[in-house]
Nanobody
Framework: QMQLVESGGGLVQAGGSLKLSCVAS????????MGWFRQAPGEDRECVAA????????YYADSVKGRFTISRDNAKNMLWLEMGSLRPDDTAVYYC?????????????????????WGQGTQVTVSS
């Protein structure tokens, strides 16, 4: 598997911003579609954003569209998620994930089953 390590989580007040980072190793980063998932207690893991290998296509969940931005740098083997206008409902463990050559569209929401490599997760807590 690809090894993925997230960082940047923490506690932030509603309306604030946070930027998550993910560093990949072990498998060719430029052969993988990358995504960010989140999981709240008792809830299923859901995709909030995903990006194709060469940034040609992105997906954003409706709940984060306009507030979150996914980006990647293949030369650095890194993935980021910029989060703004944070709300208490954004509170969750956020995971970086990789899927070999997964096609991305603006309308099809990627599922956790589509992804083969996962980071350990980083906690994001948004207080009201």
């Amino acid at each position: 598997q690809m090894q993925l390590v997230e960082s940047g989580g923490g506690l932030v007040q509603a309306g604030g911003s946070l930027k998550l980072s993910c560093v990949a190793s072990g498998r060719p980063f430029n052969m993988h579609t990358m995504g960010w998932f989140r999981q709240a207690p008792g809830e299923d893991r859901e995709c909030v954003a995903a990006m194709s290998i060469f940034e040609g296509a992105t997906y954003y969940a409706d709940s984060v569209k306009g507030r979150f931005t996914i980006s990647r740098d293949n030369a650095k083997n890194m993935l980021w998620l910029e989060m703004g206008s944070l709300r208490p409902d954004d509170t969750a463990v956020y995971y970086c994930a990789a899927a070999p050559f997964l096609p991305i569209t603006t309308t099809r929401r990627p599922t956790a089953a589509d992804f083969t490599s996962w980071g350990q997760g980083t906690q994001v807590t948004v207080s009201s």
